[in-house]
């Protein structure tokens, strides 16, 4: 009989997501947009802190918009950070800007404070900075906040695996001028495909639900003055992350725990270290994550290949998107020269599963055959 699948981050369901979609069949609101749509966005504001909130189809769309909002486009500078999935920065190239790709800093993994302000003095002023909060881990918000505002450039936060995460209490995407979220069904919570766009300017939020409807006028007519996109989110969708929302702190607690647990069964192998978290935040632990030790002679597709042998999902770190052959051409800056945290980190560390639903003999599954990769 073949093994049970773990898997990395499945969705999980729990029951409420049915009462909305139905209360949306039952009133035939099975179109775009509909009573859950801006329920959603009015819990999401309640929940995350956010004034304002627009539901979109991705996040990838509310990153598009947010560039789209901020006035970035060709030959603009964005700032971004490399260790991230390329959602983060397509949407710079479709506006058809320059992305220069900032480096990784060894305390989170996520942008380092000091090659940005590095890449503000070599590059000068971007258009737009955008921040990731990596496996739920939030940034050093502080100094790079410090320096956007220093420089007058604003923030865009792409908190799309950090939802529920905090940084010296308040919730990740709220700090930048723009937030994004993510929904998508390997998130902490899922519409099975979605986004958030939040502001604490209402005119943003406006301004990206008018974009994502496609442009339209407000003209008894079809009139279009400029380009707009079908970005919102359906009224369906909204309702399973509805229901999935009253759930986020009770998966950010089973996140926590597996992390935890990854943590003190790896305790006795020196040769193992766990993703580190920002003391100055309470992260969300969506993917609990491990870096092996330079010159072991165990290696991480060497555990990936053990894990996937009985049928367990795990996940290279994300390859850095300097080392991407579509981004190729365009700049990375380094803290130090010649020295780049994040490669560094993709060469050396995985995701460990990371599903909610793991029971104790799943993680005890899974831990007993990474340990063995060790001879323990």
Same mark, same amino acid.
């Given at each position: 009989?073949?093994?049970?699948?773990?898997?990395?981050?499945?969705?999980?369901?729990?029951?409420?997501?049915?009462?909305?979609i139905?209360e949306?069949?039952?009133?035939?609101?099975?179109?775009?947009?509909?009573? =859950?749509?801006?329920?959603?966005? /009015?819990?999401?504001?309640?929940?995350?802190?956010?004034?304002?909130?627009?539901?979109?189809?991705?996040?990838?769309?509310?990153?598009?918009?947010?560039?789209?909002?901020?006035?970035?486009?060709?030959?603009?500078?964005?700032?971004?950070?490399?260790?991230?999935?390329?959602?983060?920065?397509?949407?710079? +190239?479709?506006?058809?800007?320059?992305?220069?790709?900032?480096?990784?800093?060894?305390?989170?993994?996520?942008?380092?404070?000091?090659?940005? &302000?590095?890449?503000? /003095?070599?590059?000068?002023?971007? /258009?737009?900075?955008? +921040?990731?909060?990596?496996?739920?881990?939030?940034?050093?918000?502080?100094?790079?906040?410090?320096?956007?505002?220093?420089?007058?450039?604003?923030? +865009?936060?792409?908190?799309?695996?950090?939802?529920?995460?905090?940084?010296?209490?308040?919730?990740?995407?709220?700090?930048?001028?723009? @937030?994004?979220?993510?929904?998508?069904?390997? /998130?902490?919570?899922?519409?099975?495909?979605? @986004?958030?766009?939040?502001?604490?300017? &209402?005119?943003i939020?406006?301004?990206?639900?008018?974009?994502?409807?496609?442009?339209?006028?407000?003209?008894?007519?079809?009139?279009h003055?400029? !380009?707009?996109?079908?970005?919102?989110?359906?009224?369906?969708?909204?309702?399973?992350?509805?229901?999935q929302?009253?759930?986020?702190?009770?998966?950010?607690?089973?996140?926590?725990?597996?992390?935890?647990?990854?943590?003190?069964?790896?305790?006795? *192998?020196? &040769?193992?270290?766990?993703?580190?978290?920002?003391?100055?935040?309470?992260? =969300?632990?969506?993917?609990? $994550?491990?870096?092996?030790?330079?010159g072991?002679?165990?290696?991480?597709?060497?555990?990936?290949?053990?894990?996937?042998? &009985?049928?367990?999902?795990?996940?290279?770190?994300?390859?850095?998107?300097?080392?991407?052959? +579509?981004?190729?051409?365009?700049?990375?800056?380094?803290?130090?020269d @010649?020295?780049?945290?994040?490669?560094?980190?993709?060469?050396?560390?995985? $995701?460990?599963?990371?599903? *909610?639903? =793991?029971?104790?003999?799943?993680?005890?599954? !899974?831990?007993?055959?990474?340990?063995? $990769?060790?001879?323990?």
């Amino acid at each position: 009989m073949e093994n049970k699948k773990i898997y990395l981050s499945s969705p999980t369901m729990h029951g409420e997501e049915q009462k909305f979609i139905q209360e949306a069949f039952d009133t035939n609101w099975v179109a775009p947009l509909g009573p =859950n749509v801006n329920a959603f966005e /009015k819990e999401m504001e309640a929940y995350t802190g956010a004034a304002h909130a627009s539901a979109l189809s991705a996040g990838t769309a509310a990153i598009h918009l947010a560039l789209r909002i901020l006035g970035v486009g060709e030959g603009d500078l964005v700032f971004a950070p490399t260790l991230t999935f390329s959602a983060t920065c397509n949407p710079i +190239v479709y506006e058809k800007a320059t992305p220069v790709f900032i480096d990784s800093e060894e305390d989170t993994w996520n942008m380092s404070p000091a090659a940005l &302000e590095k890449a503000f /003095k070599t590059y000068g002023k971007p /258009k737009a900075v955008i +921040v990731v909060h990596l496996y739920g881990t939030p940034a050093k918000l502080s100094e790079i906040m410090e320096i956007c505002n220093r420089y007058q450039v604003p923030l +865009v936060e792409d908190a799309a695996e950090s939802l529920s995460s905090t940084y010296e209490g308040k919730q990740t995407g709220t700090f930048g001028k723009i @937030g994004i979220y993510s929904f998508n069904g390997n /998130k902490i919570i899922t519409t099975s495909g979605g @986004g958030m766009l939040v502001s604490d300017e &209402e005119a943003i939020t406006k301004k990206a639900t008018f974009l994502a409807t496609q442009a339209r006028d407000p003209a008894r007519f079809y009139q279009h003055s400029q !380009i707009g996109y079908n970005y919102r989110m359906s009224n369906i969708t909204a309702g399973i992350g509805r229901g999935q929302l009253l759930h986020l702190e009770e998966h950010k607690a089973l996140k926590k725990k597996i992390y935890a647990a990854y943590k003190e069964a790896f305790a006795d *192998i020196p &040769e193992l270290t766990m993703n580190p978290m920002n003391e100055k935040g309470d992260a =969300n632990c969506w993917l609990s $994550c491990v870096t092996i030790e330079k010159g072991c002679s165990v290696t991480p597709d060497q555990i990936m290949d053990a894990l996937a042998a &009985e049928n367990i999902e795990s996940r290279p770190i994300w390859k850095p998107l300097h080392l991407q052959p +579509v981004f190729a051409e365009y700049d990375y800056v380094t803290e130090k020269d @010649g020295c780049s945290v994040a490669a560094d980190i993709f060469d050396r560390g995985f $995701c460990l599963p990371s599903d *909610i639903k =793991n029971t104790d003999e799943d993680m005890d599954r !899974i831990i007993r055959i990474v340990r063995g $990769c060790f001879g323990k």
